[in-house]
């Protein structure tokens, strides 16, 4: 009998952002795959479980890796940092799944960093929000550009993921410069990293002060929309409950 191969988001690291239902998951499974970085948060939590491991750009190797295990009898986690349908493996899972009809497949929903950066900030999503990765490994730099340019333009509260890497470590001051073009270099902004991790830090900033800011792939970074505000150490977006507003 194939084995049930779940989908797991583990939330941002911290053990308490991770829910009882992507726990007991872990829990069912015999196998623990997923990226090194994201398995090794939790080999201590669960070290009994088998250990299937790929680099990143390996997507789909580590994916059929999984199939195959539960192919064989072995209930398998899937594991992604923070929810498994936002940037994670969902996506693919379900993509291959055509390919393994005998295994059935669990998405267990998780914490994702736009949230849980946003509560360590304060209260920056409390409107309208578009989520854009900075990352063109898998999405071409001019549709990226598009969809910021025109999330700025309709006044969205933006929420940036994998702002910067090695390779990559002008794109959020490239992203900035663009920003600016539409919106007053005051515009309120924060970032958080590591979130839920040893090592977390933040800061509400302005978008001029943020182009500057030397940022990493363990960084989220938040760009207010035209009513965002800096309340005391908080970033606030108003939703309008105070004025009555429609929102």
Same mark, same amino acid.
């Given at each position: 009998?194939?084995?049930?191969?779940?989908?797991?988001?583990?939330?941002?690291?911290?053990?308490?952002? %991770?829910?009882?239902?992507?726990?007991?998951?872990? @829990?069912?499974?015999?196998?623990?795959?997923?990226?090194?970085?994201?398995?090794?948060?939790? #080999?201590?939590?669960?070290?009994?479980?088998?250990?299937?491991?790929?680099?990143?750009?390996?997507?789909?190797? #580590?994916? @059929?890796?999984?199939?195959?295990?539960?192919?064989?009898?072995?209930?398998?986690? %899937?594991?992604?940092?923070?929810?498994?349908?936002?940037?994670?493996?969902?996506?693919?899972?379900?993509?291959?799944?055509?390919?393994?009809?005998?295994?059935?497949? #669990?998405?267990?929903?998780?914490?994702?960093?736009?949230?849980?950066?946003?509560?360590?900030?304060?209260?920056?999503? %409390?409107?309208?929000?578009?989520?854009?990765?900075?990352?063109?490994?898998?999405?071409?730099?001019?549709?990226?550009?598009?969809?910021?340019?025109?999330?700025?333009?309709?006044?969205?509260?933006?929420?940036?993921?994998?702002?910067?890497?090695?390779? @990559?470590?002008?794109?959020?001051?490239?992203?900035?410069?663009?920003?600016?073009?539409?919106?007053?270099?005051?515009?309120?902004?924060?970032?958080?990293?590591?979130?839920?991790?040893?090592?977390?830090?933040?800061?509400?900033?302005?978008?001029?002060?943020?182009?500057?800011?030397?940022?990493? %792939?363990?960084?989220?970074?938040?760009?207010?929309?035209?009513?965002? @505000?800096?309340?005391?150490?908080?970033?606030?977006?108003?939703?309008?409950?105070?004025?009555?507003?429609?929102?």
């Amino acid at each position: 009998m194939a084995g049930i191969l779940y989908v797991v988001g583990i939330g941002p690291g911290e053990e308490a952002q %991770m829910t009882p239902q992507a726990d007991e998951a872990v @829990r069912q499974s015999q196998v623990l795959a997923g990226y090194t970085v994201y398995v090794d948060l939790l #080999r201590e939590r669960y070290p009994d479980k088998e250990v299937l491991t790929t680099a990143m750009t390996q997507e789909e190797k #580590r994916c @059929r890796l999984a199939f195959e295990c539960c192919a064989g009898g072995r209930s398998t986690a %899937m594991v992604c940092s923070g929810d498994a349908g936002v940037y994670g493996m969902a996506g693919l899972i379900l993509e291959l799944a055509p390919e393994y009809p005998e295994v059935a497949v #669990r998405v267990i929903p998780g914490v994702t960093a736009a949230c849980a950066g946003a509560a360590v900030l304060g209260a920056p999503l %409390m409107h309208d929000f578009a989520v854009i990765s900075l990352s063109d490994r898998l999405t071409p730099m001019e549709t990226i550009w598009k969809r910021l340019e025109l999330a700025a333009e309709g006044d969205f509260v933006i929420c940036l993921y994998n702002p910067s890497s090695k390779a @990559r470590g002008d794109y959020l001051s490239m992203a900035c410069d663009r920003l600016l073009a539409r919106c007053s270099g005051e515009r309120i902004c924060g970032i958080v990293r590591n979130i839920g991790r040893q090592g977390q830090e933040y800061r509400v900033m302005t978008l001029r002060e943020l182009r500057d800011w030397k940022a990493d %792939m363990f960084t989220t970074v938040f760009v207010g929309n035209s009513q965002t @505000r800096r309340i005391g150490d908080y970033m606030v977006t108003p939703r309008g409950y105070r004025h009555g507003q429609r929102g």
